[in-house]
């Protein structure tokens, strides 16, 4: 596995980092690269975004596929920025429209 990472993709895409990149154990560099790691958010699922826009899953795909809210691409799954999502809820609300009640 190691040999597969030491040569960069062809395509101009950074290879992985090495083992050499990543801070030692127990160092206030580890710490710190710990701790920016964790405070991102985790990105969700399309059943943990239907779930916080309480609407079925099915109209989250539609959301996805039309490009209304943008969505990650992992492999063969698909999984939402938090942030996005927010900005997604903050573009779709309207104050004061009839239309909504």
């Known amino acids: ?4 990472m030491a040569h960069a993709p062809a395509q101009g895409i950074p290879r992985a980092s090495s083992l050499a990149d990543t801070p030692r154990t127990g160092s206030k560099e580890m710490e710190t690269h710990i701790a920016a790691t964790h405070d991102r958010p985790s990105l969700l699922t399309l059943p943990e975004a239907a779930q916080v826009l309480a609407i079925s899953l099915t109209q989250v795909r539609r959301f996805v596929r039309s490009g209304q809210l943008p969505a990650v691409r992992l492999a063969r799954s ?3 920025d ?11 609300t309207r104050a004061g429209d009839e239309k909504c009640l």
């Open 1 to 4: 596995m190691a040999r597969l």
């Open 78 to 80: 698909i999984r939402i």
């Open 82 to 92: 938090p942030q996005e999502l927010e900005e997604f809820i903050m573009s779709n």
